[in-house]
């Protein structure tokens, strides 16, 4: 009788643990290895979410996260343009220590697929240390880390090659350049003064047959000639590379294998959001890292036609809205297996929204709240403070906001722990593990310093004073903003790192904490402690870059040009062109 009472006493409450347990998903305990889904936007502004303060939109999926977990208000981007806030997102490191940041105005992102830059196969991204701990990983979307060194198919640069078991979208990134009969955005002023050269060219030869024609005096054949051969080898020089972007660059792949070239912008939507929830059904018994890199909300803005018209912010709206449904698409997925439990979800945006993004019908780029600047603007505020959301249900505590300053960077620390990785020794890792602060056991952040790069130029430092919660924000060059007085480079599409910018001697000082909008610039008349704070910024920007060491510079001018001899293809370069897409969606997509 008393083996059966200790039995009974054992299995019971045994019992009523895996009852309860299933009802909510997997039962977790601390130490359990989640599964991940990361969601990236592309050029999401901070204000756009209605989380964050947004009242004309509607994302209700985001909002939902927000509420139950764990909502960052200082989280940051390590720069402002794609590429550069990829690379330190992937590896947890500033972008100047792989080569990820460019020295030139020109390419500051990577700008070819047929390029020979990329994430350098030495650096080490959380999807190679999940993937060493046993994680099924996929990347579902944009990767925009390059693709190709020294040969067409050598493909070191590929996600496949970074960690990633699956990859499924584009290797570069949607642009408006992928639709056809429309403004191009790559290198749009460049473009404008190569045609206009051609057409001085084209017409040297013709002008040359006037003294000819009117027998004032003749002019040598082979003059003439060589006149129209020199111009018609400059217009072939440049025409097949930019003339035929949307072919070049516009590439859907699954894997090493390219499944429409160039891609079909229509059925993206519904292609990505299904292979993203075939993952899910596959690796469904875990532990698996899903990263789905939304091709949303960068121009030109492809959107379902059920959401056409549906939020009061125009076609970006529209766009934001769709986005956020296909977030939903992917919850449902998870509760639907009951491992919402067993999932740590994050939602982040690259970088903050492209204001300079615009035609006819309006603004085309986001909306980044109170903060200025934005995509591409060095330091300023709008173009680095992005939306940060986590959500672990049983592990972080729902509805709670965090007012520390948080990075980008800091996601790589932060799966590693919870996917019992080990960092990669004998070199500087840049984020901060976030567990300690998200689960409560740490009240400040452990950054003390911040650097924010425009390229490869360190424009901007912040500093968080933890005795007394104040953090100061001090700018060493800023964009000059066009026309004067604007709030962006209207002018030029990108606001320039280096050269036509301003150099502040005495540097700009703001204090983040009271004044949010950098709108009032402090001075020694005005703060006592400016002097103080500038050169203890001084002191660790000089620090940082005793840290730093010399390394090959992957958006170089030279590896940035398109190379015939790179170009992914498929059939036969230069006739590429195929359409190997599953023809099957489901219209409940």
């Known amino acids: 009788m008393k083996q059966l009472f200790y039995g009974w006493r054992c299995w019971l409450p045994a019992s009523l643990w895996c009852f309860f347990g299933s009802l909510q998903g997997t039962f977790i305990t601390r ?56 690379a330190a997102f992937l590896t947890g490191r500033y972008p100047v220590r792989s ?14 697929l047929g390029g020979s830059g990329g994430l350098p196969p030495n650096e080490t991204t959380f999807a190679k240390l999940l993937q060493h701990r046993g994680y099924r990983t996929g990347l579902i979307g944009k990767w925009h880390q390059g693709l190709s060194c020294a040969s067409r198919d050598d493909h070191c640069f590929h996600p496949l090659n970074h960690g990633f078991d699956y990859f499924y979208g584009m290797p570069l990134e949607l642009r408006s350049d992928c639709q056809a009969f429309h403004a191009p955005e790559l290198h749009r002023r460049l473009r404008v003064r190569l045609w206009a050269t051609t057409v001085v060219l084209a017409l040297i030869p013709l002008l040359l047959l006037v003294p000819t024609c009117a027998r004032w005096f003749p002019v040598p054949w082979p003059v003439t000639l060589a006149f129209a051969l020199l111009a018609l080898l400059f217009f072939a020089s440049w025409f097949s590379s930019y ?53 949303h909300v960068h121009t030109p803005l492809i959107t379902k036609e059920r959401f056409v018209g549906h939020s009061k912010f125009g076609l970006y709206g529209d766009n934001v809205e769709e986005m956020d449904w296909m ?32 035609d006819r019908s309006g603004q085309l780029g986001g909306w980044n709240g109170r903060y200025k600047g934005g995509r591409g603007m060095g330091g300023w505020e709008g173009g680095i403070r992005v939306p940060g959301i986590f959500r672990w249900p049983t592990v972080l505590e729902a509805g709670k906001v965090i007012d520390e300053p948080t990075s980008l ?31 409560g056991r740490v009240s400040r952040s452990e950054h003390e310093f911040l650097f924010h790069y425009c390229g490869a130029s360190l424009h901007t430092a912040r500093w968080y004073q933890k005795d007394c919660a104040t953090v100061w924000k001090v700018h060493f ?77 992957q958006l170089s001018t030279f590896n940035s040009l398109w190379k015939p001899w790179l170009q992914p293809c498929c059939g036969t370069f230069p006739f590429c062109g195929c359409d190997r897409a599953d023809d099957i969606v489901s219209a409940a997509w």
Request: with cysteine.
């Open 409 to 439: 960077m800091d996601i790589f620390p932060t799966l590693s722990y919870i996917g019992g990785g080990i960092l990669p020794p004998g070199r500087v890792i840049d984020g901060r593990n976030l567990m300690p602060l998200l689960e």
């Open 99 to 112: 080569g990820m940041a460019s020295s030139s105005n020109l390419n500051r992102d990577v700008v070819w």
């Open 327 to 358: 977030v939903g698409k992917v919850l449902e997925a998870l509760d639907r297996e009951l491992l919402a439990n067993h999932t740590l979800v994050y939602f982040t945006s690259d970088n903050g929204g492209r204001l300079e993004a615009q």
């Open 477 to 553: 060059v800023t964009p000059k903003f066009f026309p004067e007085g604007a709030g962006a480079c209207y002018g030029s599409g990108a606001c320039p790192c280096s050269g036509d910018v301003t150099y502040h001697d005495p540097p700009l000082l703001f204090d983040i904490s009271r004044d949010p909008s950098e709108s009032r610039p402090l001075n020694p008349d005005n703060e006592a402690s400016f002097d103080s704070v500038v050169k203890k910024v001084e002191a660790a920007v000089r620090r940082h870059r005793g840290t730093l060491t010399p390394v090959p510079q």
């Open 243 to 295: 003339g035929l972007t949307r072919r070049w660059n516009c590439v859907l792949m699954r894997d090493h294998e390219i499944l429409q070239q160039p891609v079909r912008l229509e059925r993206l939507t519904s292609l990505m959001l299904k292979e993203a929830l075939a993952f899910i059904d596959r690796y469904k018994r875990g532990p698996f890292l899903l990263f789905i890199s939304f091709l």
């Open 31 to 86: 130490n359990s290895r989640p599964n991940i889904v990361l969601f990236m936007a592309d050029d999401l502004g901070v204000g756009d979410l209605c989380c964050y303060g947004n009242n004309s939109l509607s994302t209700p999926n985001i909002d939902r996260l927000a509420s139950e977990g764990v909502r960052l208000t200082q989280h940051l981007a390590a720069a402002s343009m794609c590429t550069p806030s990829r």
